[in-house]
């Protein structure tokens, strides 16, 4: 990454890595370099803020949860899933999100191979709808990635041949957790009757 810091006075450099005189630069060019520069400069001091505000939220979090727990006879941490806190006039709404990035093991392809055998024998059934599912589920994207939520959804479907359970088994023993991230989001509404209207944090989102 190019330091502009090490840039000699009179020259701007190029995406190149080539030095070039500033007065040779075209002026909407120079204007341009500038304003970007203090865009960048004025977004890395707001993604700092955020930051610290994550942290802020996550701290203040878990020592509400902590204290409570206390109340209660309960000395550790809060464990895992959603949560959801209000102001005492609820017009204000805090919620805590756990949410798993998975990837699947080989037992997916015997997952697969079963599911492909039930699917055989039962097509005199008419089980046209359900074979067209199961094809979705286990088709891939443009990055070349199976669609996670369509394949556990799968498992939604209770059929009593022997190979769909050790099927759905199969699913749920290829799960592989890779992390987990936390998301906070806070929500505000005017009044009892008004639907909530998420605190925007996202630059889009404003």
Known sequence: MSDANAVPAGYMQDAE????????????????????RELAALAEEESCRLA?????????VDAFVELVANQYGITRGRGRGNLTLSSYDGTIRLQVAIADFIEFGPELQVAKSLIDECLTDWSAG??????????????????????KDRILGLRRYDFPDLRWKKAMEAINDAIRVQ????????????????????????????
């Open 17 to 36: 890595g080539r030095l070039v005189p500033a007065d040779k630069v075209k002026p909407q060019h120079v204007l341009e370099d500038q304003m970007v």
């Open 52 to 60: 610290a505000l994550k942290v802020n939220i996550k701290t203040s």
């Open 126 to 147: 008419g089980s046209a709808e359900l074979k067209l599912i199961v094809n979705d589920a286990f088709r891939v994207n443009k990055a070349g990635q199976l669609d």
């Open 179 to 206: 992390k987990s991230k936390e998301y906070f989001r806070l929500y505000r509404r005017g009044g009892a009757d008004e639907d909530f209207r998420q605190i925007p944090l996202d630059i889009a989102r404003v």
